[in-house]
């Protein structure tokens, strides 16, 4: 039976996909060749014109909305003493962290996070998210 951590981290890990997906041109993608690369371009100009990038900052907020999503999963996961599934919701908040625009620093603090709790059940899970958060740091 599946747990409420469980159903957050799903919740979260569906918003993630619903991202990385769009980015790839898959769910809500633009489909339909020339007609679609003409409707990029145009709208490209005019939020060059009118100075707002709304795609990108709404992007920015489902990618931050996914990353709290997976740091709560983490929470309960942790009181629940499922370290090693706190550490991968951990891990996947800093992926997302990562691919937001202004809050890169932030994938750094949870993998480090995800280190310190995965190194209760998994060490070498530890030394990955170790090492992540500091290529993130290096990044920086």
């Known amino acids: 039976?599946?747990?409420?951590?469980?159903?957050?981290?799903?919740?979260?890990?569906?918003?993630?996909?619903?991202?990385?997906?769009?980015?790839?041109?898959?769910?809500?993608g633009h489909k339909g060749g020339k007609a679609s690369k003409l409707w990029s371009c145009l709208w490209g100009f005019v939020q060059a014109i009118a100075g707002t990038d709304d795609v990108s900052e709404s992007r920015d907020e489902k990618v931050e909305e996914a990353a709290e999503a997976f740091a709560k999963a983490a929470t309960k996961f942790k009181l629940a003493k499922e370290w090693k599934r706190a550490g991968e919701a951990l891990v996947r908040a800093g992926d997302c962290y990562e691919m937001h625009s202004?809050?890169?620093?932030?994938?750094?603090?949870?993998?480090?996070?995800?280190?310190?709790v995965l190194r209760k059940d998994d060490v070498d899970g530890a030394v990955k998210a170790l090492r992540r958060a500091a290529d993130v740091t290096i990044r920086l």
């Open 1 to 28: 039976e599946p747990s409420a951590a469980d159903a957050v981290f799903e919740e979260a890990e569906s918003k993630f996909q619903a991202l990385t997906e769009r980015g790839k041109g898959g769910k809500g």
């Open 102 to 116: 202004e809050m890169a620093f932030m994938a750094s603090d949870r993998y480090a996070e995800a280190s310190k």
